[in-house]
């Protein structure tokens, strides 16, 4: 089954990070889209690690240089054109 986390909210990281553990455990795939302010969440380390697990990791440009303006991004910047793309190709769809 592959599964896409669409991360919107600053706060998303507390649930993130267990169910992508859940993800590796039970050998789940996975991928990840952040937009809005749940970009922020890109700034925890244990989140970035998490996401090096991931089949890929998309952020919103438009939402990365709102919220964290020149800050070099560690992950894929993308579009909504990217998130559209995702949600066809995911069997499941998580927001957070």
């Known amino acids: 089954m592959s599964l896409l986390f669409i991360v919107s909210t600053p706060g998303a990281g507390r649930l993130l990070l267990p169910l ?3 993800c ?4 789940a795939r996975w991928s990840c889209f952040f937009t ?6 890109l ?3 244990d989140i970035k690690e998490a ?5 890929r990791v998309v ?13 070099i991004c560690p ?15 995911a069997e499941r769809i998580i927001s957070l």
């Open 59 to 71: 952020v919103c440009e438009h939402s990365w240089a709102r919220y964290m303006g020149e800050k």
């Open 43 to 45: 700034a925890d380390p």
């Open 75 to 89: 992950v894929e910047l993308g579009s909504q054109t990217q998130n559209s793309i995702m949600v066809g190709e």
């Open 20 to 22: 992508v553990a859940a």
């Open 36 to 41: 809005n302010d749940g970009v922020n969440n």
């Open 24 to 27: 590796q455990r039970k050998g």
């Open 51 to 55: 996401t090096r697990c991931a089949l």
